[in-house]
């Protein structure tokens, strides 16, 4: 029955697109700014060509994939400190997230094929469906102990390890989320930039959606609280959930949190309090300049430390100030595992403690690229010491980016994620919202046609 699960658990994604929801750094990713965002590439039908670099048939060749260039950073970071791989390392940039895994899985049966990868790169979105199977190697296979990952965010831990606890991936970025505030909007329309009193206006849904209703009163609707409701989606989906979507039996369920996920979205959408936007659409990225006047403006969005660095504009730059949202949450991440026919699990071993587990190293891959890393000590010595990392994006006042989310990492609760979490949240839940937000379908109904379409999606997954 397991094996089945998942088999059908693999199909089910090769037939899905694969929507990412991870963390980037540098702004050279194939959306507005990475695959850590949720678009899907513009044609599904034009899959492009590996971009391969290094010599994949030479004889010690070792074999990394991705989906875009992130890895190039701590590539040069790793030749630098292991000279031997630089004419070992092949590194392999498929695309787009939206073609990683279909390519992958093609390659994870094949290993006699000189692209079978030594090393994947997995995103949060879709890292337990490898971390379940038995494609991966476990970091104890490979030399790593629990006390080199001992300064890891727990919550990254556990979401690279299987139901038994065995850790299969290993994240070298760490991604607390927040709501980012444009200071000077929130100074005309909700009368502070003091951290405090704004924590106390973002800490709870009734207090939002107050201060949504002032904002849109205030500035005749040129100005809301937030773009979307699907700006709020990560909060809940990543934070505030309290049930996974099955239950030990396979039966597909409701979170509670879900369906005021739903209510509040259609609240937000009756009483026209955004401007319906979804994430990284146009006109949802045009929002970040507006000037309130001549042109729409929102005042929040929810963000974690590489939407900060990477994804606000320079309006947003010393104008921007980082509070809590209702519930901790957490929004990407990218890690790395070996597969189980490594060629090099030495070199695989190098690798992963390396970027992932060794604190100078992990500092170094902050100051390269601005990654918020996945090592608390790493980041207590970033804050102590004021190092820069390669973002020159800055807060409003006297906020320190890499200071504020280092204490917001702690208490996010991964239990609940799953294989089936990527295609879940990115697509069959967000249209399960916007038909009864926008008055499409009644709660019901909406709720009804999301079970059939996991059902649909996951056919080992029961409806009740």
Request: charge should be negative; proline fraction near 2%.
């Amino acid at each position: 029955m397991k094996k089945r699960k998942v088999l059908a658990m693999l199909l089910a994604f090769a037939m899905t697109f694969s929507l990412a929801a991870c963390g980037s750094s540098g702004g050279n990713d194939d959306q507005a700014n990475s695959d850590a965002n949720t678009e899907s590439d513009s044609d599904e039908d034009a899959i492009p060509d590996n971009e391969i670099t290094g010599d994949p048939s030479a004889k010690d060749a070792f074999v990394v994939w991705a989906w875009n260039t992130d890895f190039t950073t701590l590539q040069d970071l790793l030749v630098e400190k292991y000279p031997d791989l630089k004419d070992r390392l092949v590194f392999v940039n498929c695309g787009g997230s939206s073609y990683y895994q279909d390519k992958i899985d093609a390659l994870l049966d094949d290993p006699s094929n000189e692209l079978y990868p030594d090393m994947m790169l997995l995103e949060v979105g879709y890292v337990q469906k490898y971390v379940q199977s038995d494609y991966l190697m476990s970091l104890k296979d490979l030399g790593i102990t629990d006390a080199d990952t001992a300064d890891q965010f727990s919550y990254n831990i556990e979401l690279g390890s299987d139901k038994d606890g065995v850790q299969k991936a290993s994240f070298w970025q760490a991604t607390p989320g927040c709501i980012q505030i444009r200071a000077d909007l929130a100074e005309k329309y909700l009368g502070t930039t003091d951290q405090a009193e704004l924590e106390k206006t973002f800490s709870s849904w009734d207090s939002i959606l107050e201060a949504a209703r002032k904002v849109n009163d205030a500035s005749g609707g040129k100005v809301k609280l937030f773009s979307g409701y699907d700006d709020l989606k990560y909060i809940f989906l990543n934070g505030a959930r309290t049930v996974g979507w099955y239950d030990d039996n396979d039966v597909i369920q409701m979170d509670p949190a879900m369906e005021e996920y739903m209510e509040y979205s259609k609240t937000l959408y009756d009483e026209d309090l955004t401007f319906n936007t979804t994430m990284w659409g146009t006109d949802w990225a045009a929002l970040k300049d507006g000037d309130g006047e001549k042109s729409e403006a929102c005042i929040a969005f929810a963000g974690c430390p590489w939407y900060t660095y990477w994804s606000l504009t320079d309006t947003w730059d010393k104008n921007t100030i980082l509070v809590d949202a209702p519930v901790q949450f957490y929004w990407g991440g990218t890690g790395l595992a070996a597969t189980a026919k490594c060629a090099d699990t030495d070199v695989a071993a190098e690798i992963i403690k390396s970027c992932t587990c060794d604190k100078d190293f992990m500092t170094s891959i902050y100051e390269a690229n601005g990654d918020f890393v996945n090592n608390q000590k790493a980041i207590s010595d970033i804050v102590a010491n004021n190092l820069k990392g390669a973002s020159t994006f800055s807060l409003y006042g006297d906020q320190n980016i890499p200071e504020f989310f280092s204490t917001r990492g702690q208490n996010v609760d991964v239990s609940l994620v799953t294989a089936e979490d990527m295609t879940i949240n990115e697509t069959l839940f967000p249209a399960a919202v916007t038909a009864y937000a926008t008055g499409e379908s009644d709660k019901d109904t909406a709720i009804k046609d999301f079970k059939a379409a996991v059902h649909d999606t996951y056919s080992y997954l029961k409806v009740e």
